[in-house]
């Protein structure tokens, strides 16, 4: 009995920096702000203080967000009969099962020229956006490799069974 391949394809955002670094640079702005505030405090413009503190919690709290949404994944599996998309953070909050056979992998340009297109899987009325945090060259090769392994022969990685 032939067991049965997936391949397994994990999309994650670009990040631009550690978490290392990116404490180096809150920790950075944060004493250029602080001590700007702590001179203009001395001087006797104290209001200057406690504003220098709102930017530093706002600048928290951006960073927060920016560092939760550079988690995010996107799992692709496909196997000889289905292809499974969990999208989520930390662990998939949404999963979608469509049936490998009717699966389309559509590309949904944008009606305007400054948004970007749309990766879509679509089967069987039920569709799920793939890779919003792509760039546009990054979503299309996605969708080339989509298509190649979804439309092969089930058991069959694409490039493999062709005759030299």
């Known amino acids: 009995m032939k067991q049965s391949q997936s391949d397994l394809i994990v999309i994650v955002p670009n990040l631009s920096l550690s978490d290392q670094a990116s404490k180096w640079v809150f920790a950075s702005i944060a004493t250029v702000s602080l001590t700007i505030g702590a ?5 006797g413009a104290w209001p200057i203080f406690p504003i220098a503190g709102g ?5 928290a709290w951006a960073m927060k967000l920016n560092r939760k949404a550079c ?3 996107e799992v692709v599996e496909i ?3 289905y292809v499974r998309v969990g999208v989520g953070y930390k662990s998939p909050e ?6 490998r056979a009717w699966t389309q992998v559509l590309v949904v340009p944008s009606q305007h020229s400054h948004h970007r297109s749309h990766l879509l ?9 793939l890779g919003s945090f ?10 080339k490799r989509l298509k190649k392994l979804i439309d092969s022969r089930p058991g069959e990685r694409p490039g493999e069974g062709q005759m030299q």
């Open 121 to 129: 899987l679509r089967s069987a009325g039920k569709q799920v956006e």
């Open 134 to 143: 792509l760039s546009d060259e990054e979503r299309d090769s996605l969708a």
């Open 71 to 73: 988690s995010r994944r």
């Open 55 to 59: 930017e530093i919690l706002f600048l």
């Open 79 to 81: 196997d000889d009969h």
């Open 94 to 99: 949404q999963v979608c099962a469509f049936t």
């Open 39 to 43: 001179v203009f405090a001395s001087l």
